[in-house]
């Protein structure tokens, strides 16, 4: 991955890391990426949400705040 992007979360379908990337993006101006790690013929594997090492304490407040 690249350097210094932690995960914060990962998912079977990726629609709900899509809402908190776009969350995270438009609410805090913290950047997120969603990368897909699926091998599509056999559908394994997951997606990933990733942030910057320097938001994640304030990403993952953001993720409980928009949960309650």
């Known amino acids: ?4 992007w932690v995960l914060l979360g ?3 379908n990726g629609i709900d890391l899509e809402m908190q990337k776009s ?3 438009e609410s805090y101006e913290i950047p ?4 897909n790690k699926k091998i ?5 594997g997951v997606f990933e949400l990733y942030v910057h090492q ?4 304030q990403a993952k407040l953001a993720i409980v705040e928009t949960k309650n």
Do not use: F, G, Q, R
Request: aromatic share 4%; proline share 4%.
């Open 1 to 4: 991955m690249i350097k210094d």
């Open 10 to 12: 990962t998912s079977e």
């Open 23 to 25: 969350i995270l993006s």
């Open 32 to 35: 997120a990426i969603v990368v």
């Open 40 to 44: 599509s013929p056999y559908n394994l």
């Open 54 to 57: 320097d938001h994640i304490d």
